[in-house]
């Protein structure tokens, strides 16, 4: 009897390990596309395209190269609300018998849930495989986590540095004397006309992608986003392609600009390639080589490539780890006590003034992307500051990146950027006024609000919302001692000072709900 294989929408790698338990001449590959996976959350209709469009490829692909395959698609009638339903409904209409239903473990933990739940639902034998995509596995970072007293992801890319002998000398030191060369890489980038940014490349859509756009169009008309322009790479040759053009004309100034944000510029000279990786186009560890012998090529600077390495051999690995750690208590922390609503300009950029807000999130309209320092300090910011409900962030984040599965956005929102984890991913709430946001871009320049101005109707919403945030939290975070000159700082405010901060605060949220909320979202 035959197996029947399960590959999800996000396991589009060749090198997955359920190929190497599979007989081309008899076993048989299950590929679905379901409504309860494109609609938990209102996607960003290119990340929908986006993913129906390589999950498709794929599937020719592998018909090409001889495997049995059946796909099924969103709008055909075996297509069902759930994976769970839609399999059943391909059992009970098959042919063939199977003697074992094998899948790779899903990467989100209510995906995984229900794949465990197969055996005694449809009544056949199971195995779920681990996903040998990631460099560390679940278990191993478990094994690291309880022997020690904090989390710190800079240890964790220590050892995963060694594990991997990337970046390590023939003495077994980090190349370049130094392990992390983030400080190298903060650089402003106020006059673009003083740097030349390279064109970038892009893949015209070919007739399978042009059906799943229209698809798309059909089935989400009231989605999130601009589906058109769509200029992606949907598969993995194209996709390598987009990273060897990044290496060539990118890779060179990421480093020392990987921080800064420009009016106008959405991508600068980040790689956007985290939506390839975390469908399985591009597998991790052949990037990594790949830059790593940039460097020694002589090519890029020890910071770019260091950076660049860090946050998939670092930065992406840890926040796997934690969200595996802690599922499924994570996803309710709310540390800090946020109930405030999700403002309705986080969707309709238009309902804003602040220069900073409307320019990222247009960008991520058009894009379904903007950069890390723009999601964690400019609308993570803005959301922390707010004393925004967790969830409400979460579903945002997951909703219009092309790059967000929970596994990797919930400890990035809920941890980094909203603390509402007590501290599990990050040291400290990364909270900062407008003069950070000054110094890391040019937005404030065309910006209704003064950045030099503390309070008032006039003044920059993110200056007394910082302090109002501090004021209200230091109970919970007067102990921490990342933020102790803040609370040095605030002790030495006047009372007149602080309560032109909370006027301030509550006439900013007063306007901002009373003309943004409109319940459409």
């Not at 599979?22 to 960003?44: N, P, R, T, W």
């Not at 992406?316 to 540390?335: C, H, K, Q, S, T």
């Not at 006047?494 to 605060?505: G, M, P, Q, V």
Request: charged share 25%; with cysteine; net charge negative.
């Amino acid at each position: 009897m035959s197996k029947l294989a399960v590959i999800l929408g996000d396991q589009l790698s060749h090198n997955l390990n359920i190929f190497d338990h599979l007989d081309k001449d008899q076993d048989e590959i299950l590929m679905m596309e379901v409504m309860d996976e494109a609609s938990y959350v209102k996607h960003h209709k290119k990340k929908l395209a986006f993913i129906f469009s390589c999950m498709r490829h794929f599937a020719e692909e592998l018909q090409s190269k001889g495997y049995k395959l059946s796909y099924i698609k969103l709008q055909s009638l075996e297509s069902k609300t759930s994976f769970t339903e839609t399999l059943k409904g391909f059992l009970t209409k098959s042919k063939s018998k199977y003697s074992q239903i094998i899948s790779v473990e899903a990467s989100e933990y209510r995906v995984l849930e229900m794949q465990q739940s197969w055996q005694e639902d449809l009544g056949c034998e199971l195995e779920i495989l681990e996903d040998n995509r990631f460099i560390c596995s679940k278990a191993e970072f478990k094994e690291w986590a309880e022997s020690k007293k904090s989390l710190l992801m800079e240890n964790f890319y220590r050892e995963m540095r060694k594990k991997t002998d990337t970046l390590i000398d023939i003495k077994g030191k980090p190349v370049g004397g130094k392990w992390n060369y983030d400080h190298d890489n903060r650089e402003t980038l106020n006059n673009k006309s003083k740097i030349s940014i390279p064109e970038r490349m892009e893949i015209a859509p070919d007739e399978i992608t042009k059906e799943v756009i229209n698809m798309v169009q059909e089935a989400f008309p009231d989605n999130f986003g601009d589906i058109e322009p769509f200029t992606w790479a949907v598969d993995a040759n194209s996709a390598l392609k987009i990273f060897k053009n990044f290496l060539e004309d990118f890779l060179p100034n990421f480093g020392k600009y990987q921080d800064a944000m420009i009016e106008g510029e959405a991508f600068l000279y980040h790689s956007l390639i985290s939506h390839y990786i975390n469908i399985g186009l591009l597998n991790p560890r052949e990037l990594i080589k790949l830059a790593e012998s940039e460097y020694m090529a002589g090519r890029a600077a020890i910071n770019a490539v260091e950076g660049f390495i860090r946050q998939i051999l670092g930065w992406r690995e840890f926040v796997r780890g934690i969200y595996w750690l802690f599922m499924p208590e994570y996803l309710d922390m709310n540390a800090l006590e946020a109930h405030n609503a999700l403002p309705d300009f986080y969707w309709e950029p238009e309902l804003t003034e602040m220069n900073c807000i409307k320019q990222v999130v247009t960008q991520t309209k058009e894009n379904a992307y903007s950069h890390h320092i723009q999601r964690l300090m400019i609308t993570g910011n803005l959301a922390l500051l707010m004393g925004i409900d967790p969830k409400q962030v979460h579903d945002w984040y997951l909703s219009v990146y092309a790059d967000a599965y929970e596994w990797v956005e919930l400890p990035n929102t809920l941890g980094m950027a909203l603390y509402a984890d007590s501290g599990k991913l990050a040291t400290k709430p990364y909270a900062a006024s407008g003069a950070y946001i000054n110094k890391m871009s040019n937005y404030c320049k065309n910006c209704k609000y003064k950045v030099t101005e503390k309070t008032g109707e006039t003044a920059c919403p993110f200056n007394y919302l910082y302090w109002d945030f501090i004021d209200r939290n230091k109970e919970t975070l007067s102990s921490n001692m990342r933020l102790r000159f803040a609370y040095k700082n605030l002790e030495n405010f006047s009372e007149e000072k602080i309560l032109d901060i909370h006027d301030s605060t509550k006439n900013f949220l007063e306007k901002v709900y009373s003309s943004s909320l409109s319940g459409k979202h």
